[in-house]
């Protein structure tokens, strides 16, 4: 018997080391990655996760390794995609249980954006643990938002632990004008805001964008060994349709495409690696999107050949920390597009974050001018950025 719970005890430390416990000097360690920190907090208090499928001890899910440890995680909370991180952009996901723990899944997303007292009840403390990318439009700064909100107006602590941005090199685009405000661009930042997802939240707060900021008691689990210039590739996929390091690297581009007629691969297994549309005049690559279950369910231009771009030629960029906004390829495209259809959609204000980026791109500004148009909002934007960056 004793044998039996020594090993459970030496499994429960392997675990929340992870492959971490003989990193040599300098290696990236993640917040949930340090586990002395924060572990022994934890012990008899009742845990809520803001998590996903990307949110890993090592190989391991934060979940598995905290259960391991003993710690009575009582709620799971899911952002945009679920917890298993299979469910496609923009679809709804209503409550569930996990098969694997019988916990509660509860779904941030959809009508429910934000917890609520009943979510919260019985809960001591709430950790949130979620990969970002660092582009405005991708949703779970906008779950963090929220989660900060119900923390503070409910009087449960939040601890955040932080995990580097690939995107972390560039401070770019146009800053959000907020009579735009959506839960694709929330904050007055830019496209890229060049900050962690730890370093956003001191930010939320600090600059009193969830109104309730004296109620919250916010802790932040560092990186060690982290600098925002330091390329780096995330382990998992953040959610289904960025697979891999060059997806994540064009989505701040790409991703305004999702506003205009023009196809980023979602349905093919390169999705925002390549562009393009049955009206696309030019180009050097064809492709057909084509249901993929948890992936892309009829995605746009389903079965049909769409002409455009294939940017997998660039996977080994010069620089290899990205390519930050680049305004060419949705140039190109708006010059290239011969559909009888508007080029751009009504979402495309909202993930550009104002009406003047559409309204430039339509007149055929160059991108020179549109990129100085950018400089004021940004000069701004970075001196109220500096004052919460926790790395070199």
């Known amino acids: 018997m004793k044998g039996t719970l020594f090993l459970r005890f030496l499994l429960s430390i392997l675990l929340l080391l992870g492959p971490f416990s003989n990193t040599g000097k300098g290696q990236i360690k993640t917040g949930a990655s340090r586990t002395e920190e924060y572990i022994n907090f934890l012990k008899g208090k009742k845990i809520g996760l803001v998590i996903n499928s990307g949110s890993r001890i090592g190989n391991t899910l934060i979940l598995d390794s905290l259960l391991h440890a003993g710690i009575q995680v009582k709620k799971i909370f899911a952002p945009e995609h679920g917890f298993r991180g299979h469910a496609e952009a923009g679809q709804s996901l209503a409550n569930e249980t996990d098969s694997t723990t019988g916990l509660p899944i509860i779904s941030l997303y959809g009508k429910h954006i934000m917890p609520d007292s009943i979510d919260l009840a019985g809960l001591d403390l709430l950790i949130f643990d979620l990969q970002d990318v660092g582009v405005r439009f991708y949703t779970y700064i906008s779950t963090l938002h929220y989660v900060m909100k119900a923390c503070a107006h409910w009087g449960k602590p939040l601890w955040v632990l932080d995990r580097p941005n690939p995107n972390a090199s560039f401070v770019q685009g146009p800053v959000l004008d907020t009579n735009f405000h959506s839960f694709v661009g929330m904050h007055p930042v830019p496209i890229l805001y060049g900050m962690t997802i730890g370093e956003y939240a001191r930010m939320l707060r600090g600059e009193n964008w969830i ?32 697979p891999n390091a060059l997806s994540i690297s064009l989505y701040p581009s790409l991703g305004l495409f999702e506003g205009t007629r023009i196809s980023v691969g979602r349905g093919t297994n390169f999705p925002f ?32 050949k769409c002409k455009g771009e294939d940017l997998r030629r660039l996977e080994n960029p010069a620089n290899p920390q990205g390519f ?19 080029f751009f959609n009504d979402f495309f204000n909202k993930l550009a974050g104002n009406d003047t980026l559409r309204k430039q791109i339509e007149n055929g500004t160059p991108e020179k001018e549109i990129r100085f148009s950018w400089k004021a909002g940004l000069d701004h934007f970075k001196t109220i950025r500096e004052k919460y960056l926790l790395y070199p």
């Open 273 to 304: 690696q390549v562009f393009g549309s049955p009206y696309t005049s030019s180009g050097n690559f064809n492709f057909t999107p084509v249901s993929i279950p948890g992936k892309s369910n009829h995605p746009p231009y389903e079965n049909i």
């Open 324 to 342: 930050g906004l680049n305004l060419k390829w949705i140039l190109w495209a708006k010059a290239h597009y011969t559909g009888k259809e508007p």
């Open 211 to 242: 109104h309730e900021k004296k109620t919250l008691r916010l802790e932040i689990i560092p990186l060690s060994h982290y600098r925002h210039e330091l390329a780096y590739t995330l382990p998992q996929a953040p959610s289904p349709n960025l």
